[in-house]
RNA sequence: GCGUCUGUCGUCAAGCGGUUAAGACCUCGGAUUGUGGUUCCGAUAUGCAUGGGUUCGAAUCCCAUCAGACGCCCCA
């Protein structure tokens, strides 16, 4: 056992007793996302690197120093962080923009990061995501989101909190972050290590540090006044509004959090998250927002898009496990070429069928039967002979012998 | 990249310097060559993550490496 190959840290067998949760996930997906029209698409798992440098964003975490990035024939290729900016060079690339918009797309995935495994983080994660493009309008923002509360609830999970925010234009947030930095400015000395650096890359995260000092600092009179203060432009104030409008008229719960600041850089006016306290640090199921500035940014029209991404690993982890389903029928018999025409008839009737390939004995083929189906179908020499099978039902013990043709009629799926 | 804790059979585990390395589940075989899920027997670690060290003696103590869990950063 010393010399055994394992998996690379942070990366996860999916093993058959645990694939039925995925496929239930999945399948989800699929019903609700179709259900308000958008459809699937599937990109490729490596991309050129620059399009995460640009897509995401040179300075965030994710680009820096979490990236899958080597060289194949004198280009770099990185493993996708994430997928917003590979279906963003899909729409673009494909012309998508002369459809008429909008266009809604979803995806379901492995992603891969360089990160320090922990509770709900791997290396290799999966995530499902949507995205729509070519609507500006607040009504967008609110059927991605209407539409996230409810397929978590088709999965089963209601108690959970979602939270939305706006970032407001490049306009306004740029004048907003000077502000910000001005009334920092003065104690920047004495915020930690972490806050230091982001004071520069991205002053907005600096909200949500947890360091007890740091916190003491943003309470200060003078910084809460700029962190309470409007500071949308009117535009973006109008559009944040008719998002909550729609939002209270839909019932969806939410809370404001003016702290809410999405990681990723292309993120422009709305963005939101979905938590749940049962989940350790890592608490995000959903983050989403929209990004009116990414497709241009990557090459094609001005295109204004709204899209989320969920963690499959952390929703399987919250939703309750689930039994493997049992096989249809198991054949126990000992004359094999008999049995095999027997198992392709049942199967062609669409039933799951399996026999024992070794010529064990009846008990043992029995015991096998139990375990694993609903049905042990008997095919002995006396039915054979009188061209019948017996039918047990495994579960209350009961057992029938009908003719042969009758046979599919007498299992239940 | 940093911090804390943990690594004994496929799984869950006892052991805490001298044991033949318990036990349970799973798996396999038998009691039981056409009737299972109950029961009863039996089999399955020359091995304790890996490599060094301390010791008469190490799964037990020390160091390193690797892996896992959780937290920080960041994110789904």
Request: glycine share 6%.
């Amino acid at each position: 056992m010393a010399n055994i190959i394992k998996t690379l840290k942070g990366t996860k067998d999916i093993l058959p007793q645990d694939v039925n949760m995925w496929q239930f996930v999945e399948q989800k997906a699929q019903k609700i996302f179709s259900s308000y029209g958008f459809k699937e698409i599937r990109t490729p798992i490596i991309e050129i690197t620059e399009l995460f440098s640009r897509g995401v964003g040179d300075t965030t975490d994710i680009v820096n120093k979490e990236m899958y990035t080597f060289e194949k024939s004198d280009r770099s290729i990185t493993l996708r962080p994430e997928n917003t900016a590979g279906v963003v060079r899909s729409y673009i690339e494909n012309g998508m923009s002369r459809l008429s918009a909008p266009v809604k797309l979803w995806y379901k995935g492995p992603m891969f990061r360089y990160e320090r495994p922990q509770a709900g983080r791997q290396r290799q994660f999966h995530q499902v995501g949507v995205e729509m493009f070519g609507l500006k309008q607040p009504t967008a923002d609110a059927e991605v989101i209407l539409m996230a509360v409810n397929f978590l609830k088709s999965l089963g999970l209601n108690d959970l909190d979602v939270e939305i925010n706006s970032l407001g234009c490049p306009n306004c947030r740029s004048e907003f972050k000077e502000k910000l930095k001005k009334a920092i400015k003065p104690y920047l000395k004495d915020l930690c290590e972490d806050c230091q650096n982001r004071f520069e890359k991205n002053p907005l995260r600096l909200l949500d540090c947890k360091v007890e000092d740091c916190q003491k600092i943003f309470a200060k009179p003078e910084i809460q006044d700029v962190l309470t203060s409007d500071f949308l432009c009117e535009e973006c104030s109008e559009h944040y509004t008719e998002l909550k409008l729609y939002l209270d008229r839909m019932g969806v719960k939410y809370t404001e959090n003016k702290l809410l600041v999405r990681g990723l850089d292309y993120y422009t006016r709305t963005v939101f998250e979905i938590k749940s306290n049962n989940l350790g640090s890592q608490n995000a199921v959903c983050g989403g927002g929209r990004y009116d500035g990414l497709v241009s940014q990557l090459g094609g029209d001005e295109t204004p898009a709204i899209g989320f991404a969920m963690g499959m690993e952390r929703l399987i982890s919250l939703i309750e496990k689930k039994e493997p389903k049992k096989l249809d029928c198991y054949i126990v018999s000992n004359f094999p070429a008999d049995t095999f025409i027997l198992a392709e008839e049942l199967r062609s009737f669409g039933f799951n069928v399996e026999f024992d390939l070794a010529n064990k004995k009846f008990a043992k083929q029995l015991e096998k039967a139990s375990k694993v189906a609903k049905y042990a179908v008997i095919l002995g020499e006396d039915e054979i002979l009188k061209h019948e099978v017996s039918i047990k039902n495994l579960e209350t013990g009961t057992q029938i012998t009908v003719r042969r043709e009758d046979l599919p009629k007498n299992i239940k799926q």
